[in-house]
């Protein structure tokens, strides 16, 4: 059966890739913040996903069977996908943390307030809840205390100034928080085995984040390497916009 995957093009993508994020790596390292280096590590990573799949295309790796096996080649591929965008996430609320932690700043988590506050109302309703305490407790304690994605970022847009305009600067916070909510959608969707239809409330939200070319036209949520430099680029702004807060 002849192969499907367009070896030269892929081959051709890969090294600009690598190329690019070598580039990614400089803007990195040059900025020197910690911050920055959390974000360097997924690229790194990115980038070593990208060698080896160049290296197989090529047949130069040693570790693997000379011939040329599609289905091994984009399982790799769509390996890399998620993985991208999942070490990126990881990276962020690392960095996140690591500005809350030099802020001295407190985390509120979110789904511990909405916890509290719905045991508050039922308390309120139902003055008498001698017989649901213990059900109460174990609603307080669900999900547990630990805080998410959404609330490292929340703390820092809550807690900092980015521009000295309030106008601009509540742009921007809503923009942020509009870009990393798409995001969220990609690193969910890319995570599954199969790639399902996408919601109309996830198309509204990867458009609203300015992540709608990542939408095919069948609905469908469309990864492709040369994403992830642009992805890379717009981390790496918020980075900048961070460490120069006011």
């Avoid at 911050?35 to 570790?63: C, D």
């Avoid at 407790?137 to 609330?151: A, M, T, V, W």
Wanted: proline share 2%.
């Amino acid at each position: 059966m002849k192969n499907k995957v367009n070896k030269d093009s892929y081959k051709k993508t890969l090294f600009q890739g690598i190329k690019d994020f070598g580039e990614v790596e400089n803007q990195l390292l040059s900025n020197g913040s910690k911050m920055h280096l959390y974000i360097n590590t997924a690229s790194g990573e990115v980038r070593i996903f990208m060698v080896n799949l160049l290296l197989y295309l090529n047949g130069k790796n040693p570790y693997y069977s000379q011939e040329f096996h599609e289905d091994f080649f984009i399982s790799q591929l769509q390996l890399m996908h998620r993985a991208c965008i999942s070490s990126l996430h990881i990276a962020v609320e690392a960095a996140l943390s690591e500005f809350i932690k030099s802020k001295n700043l407190k985390i509120e988590i979110s789904m511990f307030k909405q916890r509290s506050k719905i045991v508050k109302n039922i308390r309120e309703k139902l003055p008498e809840c001698s017989l649901i305490e213990k059900e109460l407790k174990e609603i307080e304690q669900l999900g547990g205390n630990h805080p998410q994605f959404q609330d490292y970022l929340n703390t820092v847009l809550n807690n900092t100034f980015f521009f000295e305009d309030l106008k601009t600067d509540k742009k921007y916070k809503e923009e942020t928080r509009a870009y990393f909510d798409a995001l969220s959608v990609v690193r969910n969707k890319s995570s599954h085995y199969t790639n399902q239809p996408l919601r109309e409330n996830e198309k509204m939200r990867l458009k609203r984040g300015h992540l709608g070319k990542m939408i095919d036209n069948e609905g469908l949520l469309q990864m492709d390497i040369q994403f992830y430099k642009p992805i890379f680029e717009d981390i790496i702004k918020f980075m900048n916009y961070l460490k120069g807060s006011i």
